[in-house]
């Protein structure tokens, strides 16, 4: 089963911005298919951050944005504060498998 | 408001089955496909499996030819029966519900834990 692939942490201190990637294949990502971000707070279920790429669900605030090209896609958070400490995963759709893939998750840790 | 509540979890014995349910509410339940994601103790999120509104479903590897997802929507329930489980198979069962015509997932319940375990 394939699965994309995301750093294990990344880290910043407050007001600081990070950068999460994702990367996929071509049946994945690479196959125009959207890319999606869930964010994980410890002990809850996953909560949709953004959709279709680059679309911030509901209630998520703009310090959060995503991009996607090619086979890649990323997740920034800008002005980093504590409440953003959480496991991040990306997901896209796998045409070969008819089936949804996630990424591997990353830990984002406020220092 | 959209809410997907898990049950059914338990501790069952290696080879052994297992069905654990979603109920669905705040929703027209047969309109929307549904999956389940798993996620093993400190592990990351795995799809599972998916059915469609028409009851197309499919499996991720891992459980393709032992796990069987169904759905009731007389009921608004969305099924897993889990058969010849093994220890690998030891998560929590998330329901997501799908998003219209994108394949992302814009709810999810709290999860069902599940324990293969002698």
């Known amino acids: 089963q394939s699965v994309l692939t995301q750093p294990p942490s990344v880290s910043g201190a407050p007001g600081q911005r990070v950068t999460i990637s994702c990367t996929g294949s071509s049946s994945d990502i690479g196959a125009a298919y959207d890319v999606h971000w869930y964010q994980q707070l410890p002990g809850t279920a996953p909560k949709l951050l953004i959709y279709g790429n680059n679309n911030r669900a509901s209630g998520v605030p703009d310090r959060f944005s995503a991009s996607k090209s090619g086979t890649s896609a990323s997740l920034a958070i800008s002005g980093l504060q504590a409440e953003d400490e959480a496991d991040y995963y990306c997901q896209s759709y796998d045409s070969s498998l008819s089936g949804y893939v996630f990424g591997t998750g990353t830990k984002v840790t406020v220092l | 408001e959209v809410q997907l509540v898990e049950s059914g979890g338990g501790l069952v014995q290696p080879g052994g089955s297992l069905r654990v349910s979603c109920a669905a509410s705040g929703l027209t339940f047969s309109n929307y496909g549904m999956s389940w994601v798993r996620q093993a103790p400190g592990k990351g999120l795995e799809w599972v499996s998916r059915?469609?509104?028409?009851?197309?479903?499919s499996y991720a590897d891992s459980v393709k030819g032992r796990f069987t997802i169904s759905r009731d929507n007389s009921k608004n329930t969305l099924y897993l029966q889990m058969n010849s489980l093994r220890a690998e198979d030891t998560a929590l069962y998330y329901c997501?519900?799908?998003?219209?015509?994108?394949?992302?997932?814009?709810?999810w319940g709290q999860g069902t834990l599940v324990t293969v375990s002698s």
């Open positions: 997501a519900k799908k998003y219209g015509g994108s394949y992302h997932f814009d709810y």
């Open positions: 059915i469609t509104t028409s009851g197309t479903t």
